[in-house]
């Protein structure tokens, strides 16, 4: 039986980082925690990651699983970039791309975005407000 886990968007880590919430120290506890690869090409192109972030994102890293972007999340990421761009609402790539494999695997998505992520019929968004 595969685990099901909650996908944390990258808003949530770079919060984390910056020390501006405990959201992510307390999904850790309750839950198995994983992000997408998008999310670490945009974490790790932040030019200006502190020594100590840098620690604390590694660390973070041994704690959580790395969801791929594979054919079928690709694949689900181009319907829902075509239905967004139908309705006049896209959203940014990385974030229909991190749409597109949390889709493909049901799993529900912990992010601040929760507006633009709403646009996208049949994605899980996690509540903020039960952590």
């Known amino acids: ?14 919060n984390h980082l910056r020390d501006y919430n ?9 839950f198995s925690i994983a992000i997408t690869a998008l999310t670490i090409y945009e974490l790790f192109a932040v030019p200006r990651l502190s020594t100590q972030q840098t620690q604390k994102l590694e660390d973070l890293l041994s704690l959580t699983t790395v969801l791929p972007l594979a054919y079928k999340s690709a694949n689900q990421a181009a319907q829902i ?3 967004l761009a139908s309705q006049g609402q896209l959203i940014s790539l990385p974030d229909i791309l991190i749409a597109g494999i949390c889709s493909v695997h049901n799993y529900p998505l912990l992010t601040r975005n929760q507006a633009h992520f709403a646009r996208i019929p049949g994605l899980v968004l996690f509540p903020l407000e039960t952590l």
């Not at 039986?1 to 770079?14: K, P, S």
């Not at 405990?22 to 309750?30: D, F, K, N, Y």
């Open 1 to 14: 039986m595969e685990t099901a886990f909650l996908v944390v968007d990258t808003d949530i880590v770079i």
């Open 81 to 83: 970039y075509r239905f």
């Open 22 to 30: 405990a959201l992510l120290e307390r999904a850790l506890l309750r």
